[in-house]
Nanobody
Framework: QVQLVESGGGLVQAGGSLGLTCAAS??????MGWFRQAPGKERDFVAA???????YYRDSVKGRFSISRNNALNTMFLQMNSLKPEDTAVYYC?????????????????WGQGIQVTVSS
């Protein structure tokens, strides 16, 4: 059983920055990532990272968001810069013991509870 706990969300003005952290406990995780869900919309992929450090991003966050992880601490980070109002959403940490495709495709085995990120205009 894997437990994922997000932290670091909050309210920020457009153009500002926020950092999210996901702390994982349980078995070894190979793929980790972030999804987000805005009100009234579907949950969308944001970014993913393999244990070796291969990274994937949705097009709309490339150049603004940066995903990283610390394998020794079983922790993942999402640094979000140049935030826009359309980045407002609940952000979910995800993880899977298999290939990164499980996260990118939206079928990871574990999900966090989610954390709110609000960007004001």
């Amino acid at each position: 059983q894997v437990q994922l706990v997000e932290s670091g969300g909050g309210l920020v003005q457009a153009g500002g920055s926020l950092g999210l952290t996901c702390a994982a406990s349980g078995r070894t995780l190979y793929a980790m990532g972030w999804f987000r869900q805005a009100p009234g919309k579907e949950r969308d992929f944001v970014a993913a990272i393999s244990r070796e450090g291969t990274k994937y991003y949705r097009d709309s966050v490339k150049g603004r968001f940066s995903i990283s992880r610390n394998n020794a601490l079983n922790t993942m980070f999402l640094q979000m810069n140049s935030l826009k109002p359309e980045d407002t959403a609940v952000y979910y940490c995800t993880a899977d013991g298999g290939p990164i495709s499980a996260v990118v495709d939206g079928t990871p085995s574990s999900w966090g509870q989610g954390i709110q990120v609000t960007v004001s205009s």
